[in-house]
């Protein structure tokens, strides 16, 4: 079965953009549920761990048509928050740098714009979801939005960061100001993991 992926920082360490009983509850309660459920089915089948979790979304043929969409759901929970805690930290590098930043600026022109529409993304993302910067099949950096728990792997696209617009990732220091939220996540940026995504996917 899968194991979770620890924290690389403690839950008070993004205060106070991100508050402890916040990071809390939504690596306890809600990762720590997907991961649950995601091994609970998998164990009906008695599945060894033969692949990554993103490979595990190519052999969705191992799975019963009834299970497929609740393995989805909570497998994809699983990757997005682990991209999502991936993608921040309290190492203070919140602006892009080496093969990163010149992808962003190439793409983007410059930093700023690049918040920009990355903003405009998950603010105009219905209900709950995330914003991803992925790589495309194209092999070009690009923003997109996906609802629930869907994940860019599905569509052969490569995330290197990512922020969670679900409610529960942010309405308690936020409530309702989902834009602040998202203007607070680029404090809390790590760009050295972050490119080394952008690296290991570009490979």
Same mark, same amino acid.
């Given at each position: ?91 203070? *590098?919140?602006? =892009?740098?080496?093969? @990163? ?6 793409? %983007?022109?410059? +930093?700023? &714009?690049? #918040? ?39 569509? *052969?696209?490569? =995330?290197?960061?990512? @922020? ?6 942010? %309405?308690?220091? +936020?409530? &309702?100001? #989902? ?25």
């Amino acid at each position: 079965m899968y194991k979770k992926k620890e924290l690389q920082y403690s839950y008070d360490a993004l205060e106070p953009f991100i508050d402890t009983h916040t990071m809390g509850v939504h690596y306890n309660k809600h990762y720590l549920n997907y991961l649950k459920n995601l091994n609970n089915i998998l164990a009906k089948y008695n599945y060894q761990e033969n692949y990554s979790k993103v490979e595990l979304l190519r052999h969705l043929d191992m799975f019963k048509e009834n299970d497929i969409e609740n393995l989805l759901f909570n497998l994809g929970g699983v990757i997005n928050h682990e991209l999502y805690w991936n993608s921040i930290s309290d190492k203070g *590098n919140t602006q =892009p740098i080496r093969e @990163i930043k010149e992808a962003i600026m190439s793409k %983007y022109g410059s +930093y700023d &714009n690049f #918040k920009q529409q990355f903003t405009d993304s998950a603010m105009a993302l219905k209900g709950s979801g995330y914003t991803f910067l992925v790589i495309n099949p194209d092999n070009d950096l690009e923003i997109i939005s996906m609802s629930n728990q869907l994940t860019p792997y599905l569509n *052969n696209y490569y =995330p290197v960061m990512t @922020i969670d617009m679900w409610e529960h990732a942010y %309405y308690l220091n +936020y409530q &309702n100001n #989902k834009k602040l939220y998202i203007e607070n996540f680029f404090d809390i940026l790590d760009f050295e993991k972050i490119n080394d995504k952008y690296i290991e996917y570009k490979k």
